[in-house]
């Protein structure tokens, strides 16, 4: 039975987002807690570029530790041979790769501005798929970029071309957001059914259609037979008006009026209970409140004012609620300090950082391993620009040579 997959994008499409980022300690975090909720693939970064070097080497030496893992890390990549080979100098185990090329008429004519043909684009693509292969890639992923404006014969084209060259998936990327449920739908079974492979797809959300778009595509997909991959970020973050949710894609897989257990394998290791603190986190990190009416961990998503619906909810919640706020990791009081505060910062001192860990019930063997670790908080909060949170700073105490490593960035 095909089944479908998430392929979380947030270190990748979300950290381009205009006016936000992620430090490198808060990207590594987030793999965690994408590994924690059972998301089998994290786009973690840019092999290519300098500045991520030492933060997806790191993170790979914490996959083969067994700390991330069973999740996959996957680089992006312009679909270029040189881009590939470039990547493979820098992160020599990377394992996973998405490698990307536009593949509309309008890019080809004004991005490309008529320096390439249809069939230099399958070229490119193909040259740096087998390129990966024989770097090391043991999951080369091929993207169409702008694919909801391309011609979809040309895209049968490329997802075969990229087939015969040893990719083992074919991303369908609405880059606009352009396509609605009932176009994807078409556009993909077609794809699928031609192609036998399965298939990413990445929604954006410029129409506020990314999550209805993502589902409808994953149906198509099974339909024809073939496994799917949904991309998804954090609290929907992404470029322009963001990607499809992450929640909000598992929410509506499980719950809404579409799928049935009978015809559809959801991934079976999500861990929804996750939901709650994975998206507080991303808030926290990129500095964008979750919206009050986000569903699942919005503040007012399970909040009721109408005398109505108040009433039906408490003698059934089944009334006005289609899931429980517990499935997400809901419901604990959450405590907040108002009085003395110690924290950890860029000029913390020994006793101050000890407090802090000691109230983490984290013991040092002596003061040589304390001050090793004080030196990397003091740099993590130079590197993010705020308080380091619990997470960050288990994480430091835990993994403290692969802290060092992320928190190092040399020009």
Same mark, same amino acid.
């Given at each position: 039975?095909?089944?479908?997959?998430?392929?979380?994008?947030?270190?990748?499409?979300?950290?381009?987002?205009?006016?936000?980022?992620?430090?490198?300690?808060?990207?590594?975090?987030?793999?965690?807690?994408?590994?924690?909720?059972?998301?089998?693939?994290?786009?973690?970064?840019?092999?290519?570029?300098?500045?991520?070097?030492?933060?997806?080497?790191?993170?790979?030496?914490?996959?083969?530790?067994?700390?991330?893992?069973?999740?996959?890390?996957?680089?992006?990549?312009?679909?270029?041979?040189? #881009?590939? !080979?470039?990547?493979?100098?820098?992160?020599?185990?990377?394992?996973?790769?998405?490698?990307?090329?536009?593949?509309?008429?309008?890019?080809?004519?004004?991005?490309?501005? $008529?320096?390439?043909?249809?069939?230099?684009?399958?070229?490119?693509?193909?040259?740096?798929?087998?390129?990966?292969?024989?770097? $090391?890639?043991?999951?080369? %992923?091929?993207?169409?970029?702008?694919?909801?404006?391309?011609?979809?014969?040309?895209?049968?084209?490329?997802?075969?071309?990229?087939? !015969?060259?040893?990719?083992?998936?074919?991303? @369908?990327? #609405?880059?606009?957001?352009?396509?609605?449920?009932?176009?994807? @739908?078409?556009?993909?079974?077609?794809?699928?059914?031609?192609?036998?492979?399965?298939?990413?797809?990445?929604?954006?959300?410029?129409?506020?259609?990314?999550?209805?778009?993502?589902?409808?595509?994953?149906?198509?997909?099974? #339909?024809?037979?073939?496994?799917?991959?949904?991309?998804?970020?954090?609290?929907?973050?992404?470029?322009?008006?963001?990607?499809?949710?992450?929640?909000?894609?598992?929410?509506?897989?499980?719950?809404?009026?579409?799928?049935?257990?009978?015809?559809?394998?959801?991934?079976?290791?999500?861990?929804?209970?996750?939901?709650?603190?994975?998206?507080? @986190?991303?808030? @926290?990190?990129?500095?964008?409140?979750?919206?009050?009416?986000?569903? %699942?961990?919005?503040?007012?998503?399970?909040?009721?004012?109408?005398?109505?619906?108040?009433?039906?909810?408490?003698?059934?919640?089944?009334?006005?609620?289609?899931?429980?706020?517990? !499935?997400?990791?809901? $419901?604990?009081?959450?405590?907040?300090?108002?009085?003395?505060?110690?924290?950890?910062?860029?000029?913390?001192?020994?006793?101050?950082?000890?407090?802090?860990?000691?109230?983490?019930?984290?013991?040092?063997?002596?003061?040589?391993?304390?001050?090793?670790?004080?030196?990397?908080?003091?740099?993590?909060?130079?590197?993010?620009?705020?308080?380091?949170?619990?997470?960050?700073?288990?994480?430091?105490?835990?993994?403290?040579?692969?802290?060092?490593?992320?928190?190092?960035?040399?020009?």
């Amino acid at each position: 039975m095909p089944k479908i997959f998430l392929l979380d994008v947030t270190n990748r499409d979300g950290v381009q987002t205009a006016h936000l980022g992620l430090a490198k300690i808060e990207k590594t975090i987030v793999n965690m807690y994408l590994n924690e909720m059972g998301v089998t693939q994290s786009e973690f970064g840019f092999p290519t570029t300098h500045h991520e070097t030492n933060y997806l080497n790191a993170n790979l030496e914490l996959a083969d530790m067994g700390v991330l893992c069973p999740i996959r890390l996957s680089g992006w990549l312009r679909a270029v041979k040189k #881009d590939v !080979e470039v990547a493979y100098q820098l992160v020599p185990k990377l394992k996973y790769l998405n490698l990307s090329i536009s593949t509309s008429e309008q890019m080809l004519s004004g991005k490309f501005q $008529g320096r390439m043909t249809r069939d230099d684009v399958i070229h490119s693509m193909t040259e740096a798929t087998q390129a990966a292969l024989q770097l $090391g890639a043991v999951g080369v %992923g091929v993207n169409a970029e702008d694919a909801s404006r391309a011609d979809v014969e040309f895209l049968i084209d490329f997802a075969l071309a990229g087939k !015969e060259a040893g990719a083992e998936r074919f991303r @369908y990327c #609405d880059t606009l957001g352009y396509d609605s449920p009932f176009s994807i @739908y078409d556009r993909i079974i077609k794809i699928a059914e031609a192609s036998k492979m399965p298939i990413e797809l990445h929604c954006h959300n410029d129409l506020g259609m990314a999550v209805a778009n993502s589902i409808s595509g994953a149906k198509a997909a099974i #339909d024809a037979g073939c496994d799917v991959y949904i991309n998804t970020t954090i609290n929907g973050i992404g470029e322009r008006s963001g990607n499809a949710d992450l929640i909000t894609v598992i929410l509506a897989i499980k719950y809404a009026n579409y799928f049935d257990n009978e015809n559809y394998s959801f991934l079976e290791n999500v861990n929804l209970k996750a939901a709650w603190k994975t998206c507080k @986190y991303a808030s @926290y990190a990129f500095k964008v409140p979750i919206p009050i009416t986000q569903p %699942g961990v919005g503040a007012n998503a399970f909040a009721h004012a109408s005398g109505i619906h108040a009433d039906g909810v408490i003698k059934d919640r089944k009334n006005y609620e289609l899931y429980d706020y517990e !499935e997400l990791g809901r $419901g604990e009081p959450e405590l907040i300090v108002t009085g003395r505060q110690i924290v950890v910062g860029e000029y913390s001192g020994i006793r101050g950082f000890r407090n802090v860990y000691d109230n983490l019930e984290v013991e040092f063997k002596n003061e040589e391993e304390a001050r090793k670790i004080l030196e990397l908080t003091r740099f993590a909060n130079v590197e993010k620009q705020k308080p380091l949170v619990e997470e960050e700073l288990l994480f430091i105490a835990s993994y403290p040579e692969q802290a060092r490593k992320i928190l190092t960035l040399t020009p």
